[in-house]
C-alpha cells in the first residue's frame, strides 16, 4: 500500500462546510463531519481541486437518498444516524507475501477506536479479512454494522455468497481447489452470523479520510520490528478447517 496524503478537506455537508487543510484539531475537517448525519466530503491534493469538486457536488448530495449514496471515491458518510456502527477496515503487506499490517476505525455514539497489528510474514488477503475479524470482534450487543472495505476480495466474499458456499461445499472452491484462508472465512462467517453486518466496497486511496488512516495504520503496523508469527500461514494451514 502507497500513502497518498491529501492536504485539502473539502466538505459540502456537515457541522461547518468548506475547505480545511487539516483532517485532525478542532478545526479540522474530520470534527465537521464526524457523526453528523448524512455528512458528505473528499479530501484533495490541491486547493483547486477541492473548489471544483465542492462547486460539481455541493448541490447534487443534498438530494440523493441514502439508499443510492455512492460509496466511491467521491463521498462516504460516517454518520451513525442511521443505528448502525460504522467501522472502517483496511489491510495489506510488503512482498506478498511479506510482513503485513492491518487497521480499523470503529465509529459508535459519537466515540472513535482504531485497532491496528501486524505478522511477519503474511498476505494481503489474510490482512485485510483479520481487520474485519478484529473490528467486529471488539463489539458487543447486537447493533447492526455498517463496514467499509477497499477489498473487493473481502467485500464480494460476502455479499455474493461465495464464502458461504466455500463452507457448504466443505471448504472447496470448485470440485477439486481448496478455498484459500479458510480458517479466518470461518472466523468471519461466525461473526456475520452474530451480527448484522453490511459489507460495503469503497475505493481506496480515493480520498476517503478514514479509509486512508486505516492505510496508515496498517502500514505503520506492518514495519515495526518484533512482530509475531501468522501461525497458520506459515504453517500451511490457511487451507484446513
Not at 481506496?204 to 488512516?213: D, Q
Request: aromatic share 10%; with cysteine; net charge positive.
Amino acid at each position: 500500500m502507497t500513502l497518498k496524503k491529501k492536504k485539502y478537506y473539502a466538505v459540502v455537508k456537515g457541522r461547518k462546510t468548506g475547505i480545511y487543510e487539516n483532517w485532525e484539531g478542532p478545526d479540522g475537517a474530520r470534527a465537521q463531519v464526524i457523526s453528523f448525519p448524512g455528512a458528505v466530503y473528499k479530501g484533495h491534493h490541491t486547493r483547486a481541486e477541492a473548489e471544483e469538486w465542492i462547486a460539481q457536488n455541493k448541490e447534487g448530495y443534498a438530494a440523493v437518498p441514502k439508499e443510492k449514496k455512492t460509496v466511491n471515491s467521491r463521498a462516504v458518510s460516517d454518520a451513525d444516524d442511521s443505528g448502525k456502527v460504522i467501522v472502517y477496515t483496511d489491510g495489506g503487506c510488503s512482498g506478498n507475501p511479506g510482513p503485513g499490517g492491518y487497521g480499523a476505525v470503529i465509529l459508535k455514539d459519537g466515540k472513535r477506536e482504531e485497532l491496528s497489528g501486524g505478522f511477519r510474514r503474511t498476505t494481503n488477503n489474510r490482512m485485510e479479512l483479520l481487520a474485519c475479524i478484529f473490528a467486529l470482534e471488539r463489539l458487543k450487543g447486537d447493533i447492526p454494522v455498517r463496514l467499509y472495505s477497499d477489498s473487493s476480495y473481502v467485500v464480494n466474499g460476502i455479499t455474493k455468497g461465495w464464502a458461504k458456499k466455500w463452507q457448504k461445499n466443505g471448504w472447496f472452491r470448485t470440485g477439486s481447489e481448496k478455498a484459500e484462508n479458510v480458517d479466518l472465512w470461518s472466523r468471519l462467517l461466525d461473526l456475520c452470523d452474530r451480527f448484522a453486518v453490511e459489507f460495503v466496497w469503497v475505493k481506496g486511496h480515493a480520498g476517503t479520510p478514514e479509509n486512508e488512516r486505516c492505510d496508515r495504520l496498517a502500514v505503520a503496523a506492518a514495519a515495526k520490528s518484533g512482530l509475531p508469527a501468522d501461525e497458520a500461514y506459515e504453517q500451511g494451514r490457511t487451507k484446513e478447517f
